[in-house]
């Protein structure tokens, strides 16, 4: 299904004609496999006005926690129920692959964990997830403050320009800026590779960029173009995605050769041993060489630094991008968060030590992926005939799904769901202290932190699967400690200096949704230094755009 947002008010007769189409299709649609299930009769320009996932609210809240969204002979079911997300997703997880996410995605993955089949994905994941343990997170700490100080420090370059000029603040696409900060931590973090890309550009930045924006075009497209046959050769556009793939292989094939060459039996004591303290490159690579003898077959390898390259890149920045646009809008809480960095960290730089300390930055964090959660849905189809379990309202006995029904869970529903949340749609951090229990809905088991003990940062076991920003059960995130982590820095290191502004209304930020939600023109913020800005109590919007050059410049 693709949807991109658009402006919300479009001319009426655009609706009326996109309304009739509609009714003819929800006419030829009646019926279908899944019997008695809610079926959503939106208006086809439902689809096609917003961002997917609001239409897939508004049903939600009409049909229920389990309805079936027909397009012509296709149907899809929409769970936004968290005792259904758990049968699907932990209890009967082996009953479901990824289905039109793994055909997306395979052309670029290969067998990497997300679009792997089940014997691959369970020799891989093996593998892979004893990577992100307590030493190599601790040692990442320094990689994500040095990163996020790099980018700090080109901010407060292009400040004092303006201080020069007279002026007192910048404006910059934070999203953007996200955007390489989170490129390079994962470079770093996954195959000791520096992008450099908050302060330069290069081919590879650039093929990355490319196939990140067809993976996305293709997730939001109806038809598999790429599959047609001689369009990878004849379509420029598919020319270049090849190209661009090309060019990130290489650099990878390069990286695990060189990562296979070095490999050093001192090195694999430390590994062996978890001493990080010394070791030149902790990467993920190191440890997956190192760890697993020099005969690992390269192409899995690349096929794995592909996958987290991917899902660990604009997820990351997306989490940044909302939880700063939600923060210019709430300056209290701007302020809270700040009072918490200068008592935690002064002008010291975060060590893991510190981000536990840092309770309000790390919920801020967790808040953003409620309101934005990446991607929005979570996508299965089922291998075999699965009785889905009753949801917590109304239909008690669930319901019966054939073999090959795609399923989406809608984590946005869930996330914002009147039934499990206070005031859903609202910003509150806070939110995460304050524990809700069950209030008697049967088969949910409410929040309770000791369902995970000493987990930093709220999760699906702590929520019963109401809150699943990194999915759950065996196929659950392995990046997710992370990518939170690296949020928690990232911002920390951001407020420790800045202030932030919002240039326009929030309503002006148009959202986009691919494999991630993202903004339509990027996140336009006024960033100042915070004594300049209580000086000044500025709230001026600019209404002008700045072009930052590849040598730090920039021109208005
Ligand atoms: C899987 C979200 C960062 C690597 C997933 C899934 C979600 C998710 C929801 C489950 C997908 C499903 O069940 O269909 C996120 C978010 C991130 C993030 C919101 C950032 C805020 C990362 C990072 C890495 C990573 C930093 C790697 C360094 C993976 C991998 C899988 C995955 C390899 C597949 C796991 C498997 O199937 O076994 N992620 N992710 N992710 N993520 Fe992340």
Redesign the pocket.
Known sequence: IRCQSTSTNEPKTKRNLLDNASNLLTNFLSGGSLGSMPVAEGAVSDLFGRPLFFSLYDWFLEHGSVYKLAFGPKAFVVVSDPIVARHI?RENAFSFD?GV?ADILEPIMGK???P?DLDT?KQR?RV??PG?HTLYLEAMVKVFTDCSERTTAKFEKLLDGEHSRGGDAIELDLEAEFSSLALDI?GL??FNYDFGSVTKESPVIKAVYGTLFEAEHRSTFYIPYWKIPLARWVVPRQRKFHYDLKIINDCLDGLIKNAKDSREEADVEKLQQRDYSNIKDAS?LRFLVDMRGADVDDRQLRD?LM??LI???E??A??LTWAVFLLAQNPSKIKKAQAEVDSVLGQGRPTLESIKKLEYIRLIAVEA?RLY???PL???RALEEVVLPGGYKGDKDGYTIPAGTDIFIS?YNLHRSPYFWDRPHDFVPERFLEQKDSDGIEGWAGFDPSRSPGALYPNEIISDFAF?????G???????Q???M??TVALAVLLQKFDVELKGSPESVELVTGATIHTKNGLWKRVNIVLNFLKNGNYEFALQMVEIKSDNSYQK
């Open positions: 997703l990824k996410l990497g964990l997300i792997a994905w994941r892979i997830a992100f994962i973090g996954v993920l794995d996958t987290m899902a660990g890149h997820t990351t997306a989490v992926l959660p990446q991607p979570l996508i299965r984590v699943l920003p990194f999915g759950g065996p196929r659950k995130c392995v990046g997710d992370f990518a939170l690296e949020s």
